[in-house]
């Protein structure tokens, strides 16, 4: 992917989009700044880069000044597209047609965080396995049926890299350094910044589900993990002990004991909270949300989102974009 040159340092382009995760940018540039430290070399330099050359401001509201607008990428190696919240209504043609620029001149793309989504609106994550954020997961899935995605912290398909974000931009980047110079070098690195491993690209976003859960019963997780594999065609309460091996009797008590909700309620609020990504983060309509949560009608839906969450979907959906543009204002005002 990069590999080792007597050319240094290798230069790494950097594209920040408006409320990118500070969080991924700084995890995925730390590494190449203790990279020369420790090396004693500058094996690595960056470009911190927007479309027009203007400060960008994270979703946390710390603002970045860049180096410059697009035009100072010259014979790009790797170029990263560093996004976050809102990403869903980011469009940009002068971006997206310079990133195809890049692609068939041969750079190697990447993403950060949701910067996939950037990608694939470009058109460039065709024939290509990525990945991203979790919580962009299956509203990405819904919007891009045909890019193959998963669940892992990050991907690295031919000239395509692609990382969930968080913490995991560090892991990537190591994962790169100790293909170019070595384990020693990664290793050294990692301790730095009190990271007892280096996480393979197969590693999972999420912890266990037990450890999510707090709960350790076999059953009960072994329950709760196919009701999350079965939200669009529910699964009866009779399927889901058969398939834990226990009566539905039991289910109810494991439920009761650990959870304090009847099986049924619990079902209900993991297909709701679903429905909150893609109201969230999709243009699907509110039916189509429904269905995708295995609701059979969007009046039904709306009912059971209303009781949940104090509102309706569509006053959920219409908050969302009041609240997006106010934020939008604020930021352009401030």
Known sequence: MLDETNELPTII????????????????????RSANRLSGKKLYDWRVVSVDGSSVISSNGVEIVPSGALDIIQKPKLIFVVSGYGVQFYNNDKLFSFLRKLAREGAVLGALSTGSYVLAKAGLLRGRRCTIHWENLESFKEVFPDVEV???????DRDRITCSG????????LYLIRKQYGETLAAEISDQFIHDRIREPQSKQKMALRMRLGVAHPKLVAVVEEMGLNLEDPLSQKELASKAGISTRQLERLFSKYMGLTPTKYYLNLRLNRAKQLLDQTNMSILSVALACGFISASHFSKCFKEYYGRTAREDRNRRFRDYEQTQVLKVVG
């Open 150 to 156: 998963s669940s892992d912290i990050y991907e690295i």
């Open 13 to 32: 382009d950097i594209i920040l989009i408006p409320d990118f995760s500070l969080m991924a940018f700084t995890s995925a540039i730390e590494p190449l």
């Open 166 to 173: 968080g913490t995991a931009g560090l892991d990537m980047m």
